[in-house]
């Protein structure tokens, strides 16, 4: 994939969520999380709390972990200047929450270009937690969240092509639920939409390197297509054709 003629430099880590049962927040990406930042060479994160609404105790939540492993870790809210706080930064990080929310606060921050600038022409290093992966996609179509608020459009960074669906969970046979399913939701869109949508499990990550796309993690991930039946993918699969444009 080319941004205006020129190569893509992006490095992602895009996670389903930052919780996963049996592990405490984001612990159970302790290790492929840090040594995706120290490959980059990363020792601040800037981390951007915009899906939820108490900031300061969002991003104290995050900087607690992040200490832990030995980085450190800034809130956006404390620069007077976030565009410029993006400019800045040595890798950025968008937590989970409200996925509406947090697009609109972006876009009032004219936040989507500058980090779409930083992610894919500078090589910024990128992370994102559930509603911080469905931000980085194509667009937020396929959040699980509700629309608590309106943001001026669904198109989100496309730091990737296709979309994703965090929290994914696959039908569960014999269930006498009769309500839609996930599968019946990603249907839905792929009945007004061409775009892949990769579901994640809780656990599961999508990493990208370059032009290099890599499930990381606990589970498999389950890709979608309009019109074709779904395919599952293991951890340590090469999924780099998601980066094509669909």
């Given at each position: 994939m080319n941004v205006?003629?020129?190569?893509?430099?992006?490095?992602?880590?895009?996670m389903s969520s930052s919780g996963v049962h049996g592990y405490d927040y984001l612990m159970h990406a302790e290790h492929d999380l840090s040594t995706f930042l120290r490959k980059h060479k990363v020792r601040r994160v800037l981390f951007i709390p915009y899906a939820r609404t108490d900031y300061k105790a969002y991003t104290s939540k995050v900087a607690k972990v992040f200490a832990k492993w030995n980085f450190d870790c800034d809130g956006i809210e404390t620069f007077p200047d976030p565009v410029q706080a993006v400019r800045d930064a040595q890798a950025i990080f968008i937590g989970g929450g409200n996925t509406f929310l947090l697009l609109k606060t972006l876009y009032e921050h004219q936040l989507v270009p500058a980090i779409r600038e930083q992610v894919?022409?500078?090589g910024t290093p990128y992370m994102g937690s559930s509603a911080g992966t469905n931000v980085a996609t194509r667009s937020i179509h396929t959040t699980n969240d509700m629309p608590i608020v309106y943001p001026p459009t669904f198109e989100a960074l496309g730091l990737v092509p296709c979309n994703i669906n965090p929290h994914y969970l696959a039908p569960v046979e014999g269930s006498t639920h009769l309500g839609e399913t996930r599968d019946d939701r990603i249907n839905e869109f792929h009945e007004h939409h061409a775009a892949p949508v990769l579901g994640l499990p809780e656990g599961t990550t999508l990493m990208v390197e370059g032009d290099v796309a890599t499930v990381v993690g606990f589970f498999p991930a389950r890709l979608f297509r309009q019109r074709q039946a779904w395919r599952q993918f293991q951890p340590g699969s090469d999924v780099s054709f998601l980066l094509e444009s669909p």
């Amino acid at each position: 994939m080319n941004v205006a003629g020129q190569m893509v430099k992006r490095h992602l880590f895009l996670m389903s969520s930052s919780g996963v049962h049996g592990y405490d927040y984001l612990m159970h990406a302790e290790h492929d999380l840090s040594t995706f930042l120290r490959k980059h060479k990363v020792r601040r994160v800037l981390f951007i709390p915009y899906a939820r609404t108490d900031y300061k105790a969002y991003t104290s939540k995050v900087a607690k972990v992040f200490a832990k492993w030995n980085f450190d870790c800034d809130g956006i809210e404390t620069f007077p200047d976030p565009v410029q706080a993006v400019r800045d930064a040595q890798a950025i990080f968008i937590g989970g929450g409200n996925t509406f929310l947090l697009l609109k606060t972006l876009y009032e921050h004219q936040l989507v270009p500058a980090i779409r600038e930083q992610v894919l022409r500078h090589g910024t290093p990128y992370m994102g937690s559930s509603a911080g992966t469905n931000v980085a996609t194509r667009s937020i179509h396929t959040t699980n969240d509700m629309p608590i608020v309106y943001p001026p459009t669904f198109e989100a960074l496309g730091l990737v092509p296709c979309n994703i669906n965090p929290h994914y969970l696959a039908p569960v046979e014999g269930s006498t639920h009769l309500g839609e399913t996930r599968d019946d939701r990603i249907n839905e869109f792929h009945e007004h939409h061409a775009a892949p949508v990769l579901g994640l499990p809780e656990g599961t990550t999508l990493m990208v390197e370059g032009d290099v796309a890599t499930v990381v993690g606990f589970f498999p991930a389950r890709l979608f297509r309009q019109r074709q039946a779904w395919r599952q993918f293991q951890p340590g699969s090469d999924v780099s054709f998601l980066l094509e444009s669909p």
